[in-house]
């Protein structure tokens, strides 16, 4: 029993992880499905991996309902809570770039405005290549209706994701430069790495001070880091501070620690000119128990 669920564990992360874009929420979907698992007639499951995504399909689009009505009062922005990822051996094949994509931080926020049924649909069509026939089992609807959700989601994603995927070298290297100009103070290169209507996104939930909404255009954005990198960031001076550049959500991303903590995480999209058009910044402590517990996950 334990073997079988434990050999579908991390499907069932992945899958509720992209359904409800929390780690927390994600494990406690995952336990739930474990609970049902082992309370259920084994003899009477056929196929256990699609019996498992379904009961955590349902779990998570069940929490995600609960969690939207949450959100709606929440202070600040609200973004994704980061994780750490791992490409693994297969870094090179579409299948798995692909995957990685759907878990980045751009996407989990696109795939916000989906409701939770068209939000399941998307994951398991396009993150996971369920058919429609297994999609409908897995979400309890009919075949006619997942394949109507499947293509509005896709149409809403595809208008509002982002179109350019910049090699990880490249990404390395912004990221790299942008933060030394941002804690050197230096506005002339991050003017030079920003694209024009950059859209700065902070996350502190209100327990820690940040931006209250999003921050829009080159100027103020690149203000806005040049003053941080001169004064001490939630009471941590920047030459205290440790930075390290990891695997965040498929990407490549910084986390900030200090005191003996983690403070925060960043993440830079990149547009087709390799200009930074969109950075998240995620420091409310709620939401980075899974980069301080360093979990890397296989998605």
């Known amino acids: 029993m334990s073997e079988v669920f434990g050999e579908y564990r991390n499907l069932l992360f992945s899958v509720a992880y992209r359904i409800l874009g929390t780690a927390a929420d994600a494990e406690d979907a995952v336990q739930d499905a474990w609970l049902k698992w082992s309370a259920a007639d084994r003899s009477q499951v056929a196929d256990p991996k699609a019996y498992l995504v379904r009961i955590v399909s349902n779990v998570a689009m069940d929490r995600l309902r609960s969690a939207q009505v949450r959100r709606e009062t929440y202070v600040g922005p609200w973004l994704p809570e980061p994780i750490l990822t791992s490409l693994g051996t297969a870094e090179s094949s579409a299948s798995t770039v692909d995957s990685l994509d759907s878990v980045s931080m751009a996407v989990l926020v696109v795939l916000e405005t989906l409701s939770p049924l068209e939000r399941a649909v998307f994951v398991l069509k396009e993150a996971f290549g369920f058919s429609y026939g297994e999609i409908a089992d897995a979400v309890e609807r ?24 910049a090699d990880r070298t490249r990404q390395r290297e912004v990221t790299e430069r942008f933060f030394a100009a941002a804690t050197g103070g230096d506005i002339n290169t991050l003017m030079q790495l920003l694209a024009p209507d950059v859209t700065l996104w902070t996350d502190g939930g209100g327990k820690v001070r940040q931006a209250m909404r999003p921050i829009i255009g080159a100027d103020k954005v690149a203000t806005w880091f040049a ?62 128990g899974a980069v301080t517990g360093g979990v890397v996950w296989r998605l």
């Open 142 to 165: 009919s075949e006619a209706s997942v394949r109507q959700a499947a293509h509005r989601a896709r149409e809403h994603v595809q208008a509002r994701r982002p179109r350019f995927h």
């Open 227 to 288: 003053a941080i990198g001169t004064r001490p960031y939630q009471g941590v001076e920047i030459a205290d501070m440790s930075v390290e550049l990891v695997e965040l959500n498929g990407g490549v991303g910084v986390v900030f620690a200090g005191a003996g903590r983690v403070i925060a995480t960043l993440t830079l999209d990149l547009d087709d000119t390799g200009h930074i058009a969109a950075i998240h910044n995620v420091a409310n402590p709620d939401k980075l």
